[in-house]
């Protein structure tokens, strides 16, 4: 399993948007931050994929042809929304769970649509929200088809059966067990922001899925915060923050990036 592979390669360390939120259950010793003591001689971290599974394949073999051209350690880094918005979110997620390219290992962290997608499924009624966020993409993709006469607004017993019944255990799973952040040499990756005024190792959950990425803009003694969340039309890079989400499942263009010790951030691009 990634995650397995993951904890071996890794160690862990303790530690407002549009759309509902989630429950703050999770303290920061329950967030999962990973740490990596060296940065590999490439590490590709990747923009909110939502569901667009063929994008990412094309992404993902421009990254395999790229990394080619060193020796080493590689790394691909996914930055979490893989699911939600775009037609493919059951595929990608069969795609994360196999094993990574020959030559890069594989880590996939946590998003908030990840995490909505957990909470619906724990709880159809309570997290209903999500079917408008997203979320009804993502059922689809699982063949989960919305009752003629009352959508998906079944009795909660039976939408659970339903749920269960049509996504794999395995998947439910390896998103549970996703990590929240990683930190390698001079960055911190995550899926959203940070709270400066907490130590990177020591995040709460609620910020690295949905804080505010530019509450970092001035600081300068903090690692560079690489992150997606907030769709732009170009990749962001300074030296605060680097943000990858370009928006795939509406504009067509998901975005990585190449991060190296001691070389300056390269952006990859693909487009349908």
Not at 105 to 121: I, S, T, Y
Not at 158 to 178: C, E, G, N, T, V
Not at 217 to 235: K, Q, R
């Amino acid at each position: 399993m990634v995650i397995r592979a993951a904890r071996k390669l890794f160690a862990k360390r303790l530690g407002p948007n549009q759309g509902p939120k989630t429950d703050r259950s999770e303290d920061a010793e329950d967030a999962r931050i990973f740490s990596l003591q060296q940065m590999p001689a490439a590490l590709y971290a990747v923009g909110d994929i939502h569901g667009c599974y063929d994008l990412y394949r094309q992404l993902e073999n421009q990254i395999i042809a790229d990394g080619q051209h060193y020796e080493g350690q590689k790394l691909i880094v996914i930055l979490g929304d893989m699911v939600d918005r775009g037609p493919q979110s059951a595929s990608l997620i069969d795609h994360l769970i196999a094993p990574a390219p020959a030559g890069f290992q594989r880590l996939v962290l946590r998003g908030n649509h990840e995490q909505l997608f957990l909470d619906f499924v724990k709880d159809p009624r309570k997290h209903r929200k999500w079917l408008d966020f997203g979320g009804t993409d993502t059922l689809l993709s699982y063949n989960i088809r919305p009752d003629e006469k009352l959508s998906f607004d079944l009795p909660p017993a039976q939408l659970s059966k339903k749920l269960h019944s049509s996504i794999p255990q395995a998947h439910l799973d390896f998103l549970a067990k996703s990590p929240f952040g990683l930190r390698v040499g001079e960055y911190f990756l995550c899926h959203a922001g940070i709270d400066p005024q907490r130590d990177v190792s020591a995040q709460h959950p609620e910020d690295l899925l949905w804080g505010d990425p530019s509450r970092v803009d001035g600081y300068a003694d903090l690692p560079t915060i690489v992150h997606g969340h907030v769709a732009l039309d170009a990749p962001l890079i300074t030296k605060p923050r680097i943000n990858l989400d370009t928006g795939a499942y509406a504009t067509g263009c998901l975005t990585a990036v190449r991060l190296q010790h001691a070389q300056q951030p390269s952006i990859l691009q693909c487009r349908k």
